[in-house]
């Protein structure tokens, strides 16, 4: 079951938590809030320092997807944010994170931001798996054999976890980081395209420019998985971005001669 986010504000933390981030920081002269999915605060904040991305969660779930970021980003670090300090204090853990003087990635078609993502999941792709990821992506798409790997995945692209600065793509929120086969990204990448607007055909060659894709039986076997999760995701909450995601699943398996059972 999802949990709510609460959307704290920065006045609204505890105290003490405020005490223990401006140890870091210096005085807090600002707060813009931002959203976030798995999280309890998320806001850039005015520091005398300089700005800093900070996210804090003080339920148990949220606070161990941020424990797991927290432990994943050090391995990362040419392709996501820089990770400037952690906080466990309240209840809370509390992340803080070099700001990003970026925009969120445009995912249409025609984008000049698409080779810029396909770099970054190409660099993705070259990371040794961190020893304390042991969950697997399979587990999301009904234990799928196929997606059983020992390469680190983010799991999670889609616009807003993707920030252009630059003439780089970095890679933000690794709240799922797990492990699995290292084709599971770029397909994974590539039906986010799909759902930006690219044709089924459009967004698969984009993902055969990257040296890990997988094509034939593995791809079919993803593809209804997808769709049995998007379709599951869609059935227990059915907002309207996950239905028109659902929709592309189908789509997408219909395209390969693949219709779901």
């Known amino acids: 079951m999802t949990m709510p986010v609460a ?17 870091h920081t210096g005085r807090v002269t600002g707060s813009r809030p931002d959203k976030g999915q798995r999280s309890d605060f998320n806001a850039t904040l005015e520091t005398a320092s300089g700005l800093v991305f900070a996210k804090g969660a003080y339920q148990p779930l949220f606070a161990a997807s941020l424990r797991n970021e927290a432990a994943t980003v050090a391995w990362v670090s040419r392709i996501a944010p820089r990770l400037l300090w952690r906080i466990d204090v309240e ?16 995912y249409r078609p025609g984008s000049p931001d ?12 070259k990371v040794p798996l961190p020893d304390h990821v042991s969950k697997g992506v399979e587990r999301h798409f009904g234990g799928l054999g196929a997606m059983v790997g020992n390469r680190l995945l983010h799991t999670d692209l889609h616009q807003e976890n993707v920030l252009i600065s630059g003439d780089r793509a970095v890679l933000v929120d690794w709240a799922w980081a797990c ?3 290292a084709w599971v990204e770029p397909a994974m990448a590539a039906f986010r395209l799909m759902v930006a607007g690219h044709s089924i055909d459009e967004a698969e060659d984009w993902g055969r420019g990257l040296a890990t894709w997988q094509d034939g039986t593995v791809l079919d076997k993803f593809v209804i998985a997808n769709y049995r999760s998007w379709r599951q995701a869609a059935d227990h909450d059915p907002r309207d971005w996950k239905l028109r995601a659902a929709d592309m699943a189908h789509r997408w398996s219909l395209h390969r001669n693949m219709p779901p059972r």
Do not use: C, T
């Open 91 to 106: 209840g809370w853990v509390m992340l803080g994170f070099e700001h990003v003087n970026g925009r969120h990635a445009d």
């Open 7 to 23: 959307n704290i504000d920065w006045d609204g933390l505890p105290y003490g938590l405020q005490r223990a981030v401006r140890e």
């Open 179 to 181: 492990k699995g086969a």
């Open 114 to 125: 698409l080779p810029l993502l396909a770099n970054a999941v190409a660099q993705l792709s």
